[in-house]
Structure formats: C-alpha cells, structure tokens
C-alpha cells in the first residue's frame, strides 16, 4: 500500500504543474489529447479495482489524480476553442 501511495502522490505531484502552465499559456503545444484520454482511462481503472476489489484509502488518491487529469483535459479543449477561434 505505501508504494502504490508513493507512486500516486509522484505522477500526481505533476499534474498542477501541467494545469497551471496549460491555463497560465493558453497553449497546447506538447500537449497530446490521447496521452491524457489514456492516463484517465489508467486512474479510473485503479479507483474501479480499488472500489471493488482491495478497497483502502488510497482510492482517495486515485480520485485526485482522476480529477487532475480531467481539469487538464478541460483546458486542453479549452485551449482548443481559443486557438480556432484565433
């Protein structure tokens, strides 16, 4: 349980960091849609076997990066929108 605690607080550590420049920039150069349409897919994968199967507090963690991951994901097309209508 502590190294899948690590793991989660690790990736998600990152993930404000990747939202703030997104929103800051306006921008989504190096930014790929699927990469962060796979991570999602990942964590609610992780909080499903969590919830249904090895259910423990980490599932707290799973869900924050899920939320994270989806933040980023709204500013992608959010970015998206502002580039087109450009």
């Known amino acids: 349980m502590i190294f ?8 998600g550590a990152a993930w404000p960091v990747s939202i703030w420049k997104s929103y800051k920039s306006g921008r989504n150069e190096g930014k790929s849609p ?11 994968s992780g909080a499903i076997y969590k919830l249904f199967y090895n259910y423990n507090v ?6 924050l ?3 994270m991951v989806s933040v980023d994901i709204g500013i992608y097309h959010r970015n998206k929108r502002i580039a087109e209508a450009a």
């Open 65 to 67: 990066n899920i939320l």
């Open 4 to 11: 899948e605690a690590i793991m989660l607080i690790c990736f």
């Open 58 to 63: 980490i599932i707290v963690l799973f869900i």
């Open 34 to 44: 699927a990469f962060l349409y796979i991570i999602l897919l990942g964590y609610i």
